[in-house]
């Protein structure tokens, strides 16, 4: 695919000339992804309107682009939402939220970001989630586009070969470059080449030894760790409770992330539930014996580390869907440092902020003052409906659906349509709550109704491990945002050395917010090149 697109973009991959070991170059660019490219772009265009010269060269050690063209399983997800604030845009970026809002502002965010796509050909359209799209619905339209731009700027770029060093010429400034072919890799001369750059511009996207070269001139690096993956859940994984409802989700949840619970003792067991315990809650510690002199504070129940909701999606290990998604992301440190194990707690009605008491009250109400139910299965009705009528209307009354009655699932035809689906409510029922498959409504005990809303609200989870989510590779980690100019992403430590993309410790969730601090980044980092540039032509 990327042959045929290098082709019909019209893009020029560089050959450097035979003498090329004495070739200087004003810009370099490590990494030849959305990022640098763009970056690439901007100091090009920049410089041109100014009226001073730069000369860029970018280095990619694979195909240009080439996470562009798998983004999005095809489509490429280009930016987020372009009518939303700055603000709301900044919140979804676990690291650097706060570093990135002034940028995001007054320099080059969605809406700039947009209108440049646009300038050079490339129609958007935005979907109900916000996540905007080329309306070919092809990755290769704005591959094609940001290939065009750099071809037009003059922007050099040299495929599969890889810079193996970058280091400072010292006291005069400037930088010395040496990369290397790989197989298929286009250099002419000799097969290990030297170069000379004022200013260099890395973008290698997640790379440790880019960041070792990054340690070495004195910056601050996050160890890095996966963000944005899927949880493995051990009640779906290892033959639980979930097991079987791969493809179940729900419209709207929240997830609740908490440190992974303390072994028990050693030489002991713990206690198994009581009768008024649920499997997805574990049982309270007995209470330590009494001592006489001042009272112990009483310790208070342990806040969740991360909090997120969306929609969420049963797989065949665990949840996925952006609820499980942004946990995943925003909880990607904790998670890393327990080795992908903690407790979840899963609120499957989030969307109607339905807390336990509330459903409890929902609950006992079907259970002591609906006759009409007594006789009915638990497991076969589930109270919580919202309308369907002109396209969904929420709601039917009240936090929690109000008095509806009908089967889980509402019937064929029907218009209501259950917050949580048939399968899924039998499952939580039997398997959550642990109530008998043949207990009918009027037969609830109290401790039962508490462990059903419980299951409801605050459904316990053990996260045993984590998935890859499809074709997203977002690692958190990197130069650390303190050790960086965020005018003009040109490090405080030497001058001359940029950043732009997943080579700094800023990573976003999913829905387009990825690329866009590739955009915003690489945007800045080339205007300040080309002024650099300038000055030092004038100079």
Same mark, same amino acid.
């Given at each position: 695919?990327?042959?045929?697109?290098?082709?019909?973009?019209?893009?020029?991959?560089?050959?450097?000339?035979?003498?090329?070991?004495?070739?200087?170059?004003?810009?370099?660019?490590?990494?030849?992804?959305?990022?640098?490219?763009?970056?690439?772009?901007?100091?090009?265009?920049?410089?041109?309107?100014?009226?001073?010269?730069?000369?860029?060269?970018?280095?990619?050690?694979?195909?240009?682009?080439?996470?562009?063209?798998?983004?999005?399983?095809?489509?490429?997800?280009?930016?987020?939402?372009?009518?939303?604030?700055?603000?709301?845009?900044?919140?979804?970026?676990?690291?650097?939220?706060?570093?990135?809002?002034?940028?995001?502002?007054?320099?080059?965010?969605?809406?700039?970001?947009?209108?440049?796509?646009?300038?050079?050909?490339?129609?958007?359209?935005?979907?109900?989630?916000?996540?905007?799209?080329?309306?070919?619905?092809?990755?290769?339209?704005?591959?094609?586009?940001?290939?065009?731009?750099?071809?037009?700027?003059?922007?050099?770029?040299?495929?599969?070969?890889?810079?193996?060093?970058?280091?400072?010429?010292?006291?005069?400034?400037?930088?010395?470059?040496?990369?290397?072919?790989?197989?298929?890799?286009?250099?002419?001369?000799?097969?290990?080449?030297?170069?000379?750059?004022?200013?260099?511009?890395?973008?290698?996207?997640?790379?440790?030894?880019?960041?070792?070269?990054?340690?070495?001139?004195?910056?601050?690096?996050?160890?890095?760790?996966?963000?944005?993956?899927?949880?493995?859940?051990?009640?779906?994984?290892?033959?639980?409770?979930?097991?079987?409802?791969?493809?179940?989700?729900?419209?709207?949840?929240?997830?609740?992330?908490?440190?992974?619970?303390?072994?028990?003792?050693?030489?002991?067991?713990?206690?198994?539930?009581?009768?008024?315990?649920?499997?997805?809650?574990?049982?309270?510690?007995?209470?330590?014996?009494?001592?006489?002199?001042?009272? +112990? @504070?009483?310790?208070?129940?342990?806040?969740?580390? !991360?909090?997120?909701?969306? #929609? %969420? *999606?049963?797989?065949? =290990? $665990?949840?996925?869907?952006?609820?499980?998604?942004?946990?995943?992301?925003?909880?990607?440190?904790?998670?890393?440092?327990?080795?992908?194990?903690?407790?979840?707690?899963?609120?499957?009605?989030?969307?109607?902020?339905?807390?336990?008491?509330?459903?409890?009250?929902?609950?006992?109400?079907?259970? +002591? @003052?609906?006759?009409?139910?007594?006789?009915?299965? !638990?497991?076969?009705?589930? #109270? %919580? *409906?919202?309308?369907? =009528? $002109?396209?969904?209307?929420?709601?039917?009354?009240?936090?929690?659906?109000?008095?509806?009655?009908?089967?889980?699932?509402?019937?064929?035809?029907?218009?209501?349509?259950?917050?949580?689906?048939?399968?899924?409510?039998?499952?939580?029922?039997?398997?959550?709550?642990?109530?008998?498959?043949?207990?009918?409504?009027?037969?609830?005990?109290?401790?039962?109704?508490?462990?059903?809303?419980?299951? %409801?609200?605050?459904?316990?989870?053990?996260?045993?491990?984590?998935?890859?989510?499809?074709?997203?590779?977002?690692?958190?980690?990197?130069?650390?945002?303190?050790?960086?100019?965020?005018?003009?992403?040109?490090?405080?430590?030497?001058?001359?050395?940029?950043?732009?993309?997943?080579?700094?410790?800023?990573?976003?969730?999913?829905?387009?917010?990825?690329?866009?601090?590739?955009?915003?980044?690489?945007?800045?980092?080339?205007?300040?090149?080309?002024?650099?540039?300038?000055?030092?032509?004038?100079?």
């Amino acid at each position: 695919m990327l042959g045929s697109l290098l082709s019909s973009a019209l893009v020029i991959v560089g050959l450097l000339s035979a003498n090329s070991s004495a070739l200087t170059q004003r810009l370099i660019v490590v990494g030849g992804g959305a990022a640098g490219i763009f970056g690439a772009i901007s100091a090009c265009e920049h410089a041109a309107a100014t009226g001073s010269k730069l000369s860029a060269t970018v280095f990619e050690s694979g195909n240009p682009l080439s996470k562009v063209l798998i983004s999005g399983g095809g489509r490429c997800n280009v930016m987020h939402d372009e009518r939303k604030s700055p603000r709301e845009l900044s919140e979804n970026y676990p690291r650097g939220s706060r570093e990135l809002l002034g940028p995001l502002t007054s320099h080059f965010g969605a809406a700039e970001a947009a209108a440049w796509f646009r300038a050079r050909g490339v129609k958007l359209k935005t979907e109900g989630d916000g996540r905007m799209f080329p309306t070919t619905d092809d990755s290769s339209t704005i591959a094609n586009c940001l290939l065009e731009a750099a071809a037009k700027a003059g922007v050099e770029i040299v495929s599969r070969t890889k810079v193996v060093r970058v280091e400072s010429a010292g006291e005069g400034g400037g930088f010395q470059v040496e990369v290397a072919p790989r197989s298929g890799g286009r250099l002419s001369g000799d097969q290990e080449t030297k170069f000379s750059a004022e200013c260099v511009l890395l973008s290698p996207g997640s790379s440790r030894e880019v960041w070792d070269w990054c340690a070495s001139m004195g910056h601050a690096i996050a160890d890095p760790c996966p963000s944005l993956f899927t949880l493995t859940v051990a009640e779906a994984s290892g033959g639980g409770w979930l097991s079987g409802l791969a493809g179940i989700s729900v419209p709207e949840a929240t997830l609740s992330l908490f440190e992974p619970p303390a072994p028990p003792a050693q030489g002991g067991a713990a206690p198994g539930p009581t009768s008024e315990e649920g499997p997805d809650e574990p049982p309270e510690a007995p209470p330590p014996a009494k001592r006489k002199g001042k009272k +112990k @504070k009483k310790k208070s129940k342990s806040k969740p580390l !991360v909090v997120k909701s969306g #929609p %969420l *999606l049963v797989t065949h =290990s $665990g949840l996925s869907g952006p609820a499980a998604l942004r946990v995943s992301a925003f909880g990607a440190r904790h998670l890393n440092s327990a080795g992908y194990r903690a407790a979840l707690e899963v609120n499957w009605a989030g969307e109607v902020a339905l807390l336990e008491a509330a459903a409890l009250e929902e609950l006992t109400r079907c259970a +002591k @003052k609906r006759p009409d139910l007594a006789s009915k299965a !638990v497991a076969t009705f589930c #109270p %919580l *409906l919202r309308a369907e =009528s $002109g396209g969904g209307g929420g709601p039917v009354s009240g936090p929690v659906g109000g008095p509806v009655s009908g089967p889980v699932g509402g019937e064929e035809g029907s218009s209501s349509a259950a917050l949580v689906p048939r399968r899924l409510w039998a499952a939580l029922v039997g398997g959550a709550a642990g109530l008998p498959s043949e207990r009918r409504w009027g037969q609830l005990t109290g401790g039962e109704l508490e462990r059903l809303a419980r299951a %409801l609200t605050r459904c316990r989870l053990q996260v045993v491990g984590k998935g890859a989510f499809k074709d997203e590779f977002v690692t958190c980690g990197g130069v650390r945002l303190k050790d960086v100019d965020l005018r003009s992403m040109e490090s405080k430590h030497l001058g001359g050395l940029f950043f732009a993309g997943e080579v700094l410790d800023v990573d976003g969730v999913t829905g387009g917010f990825n690329f866009q601090s590739c955009w915003t980044t690489g945007f800045l980092a080339g205007r300040a090149i080309a002024d650099k540039a300038a000055a030092l032509e004038a100079a």
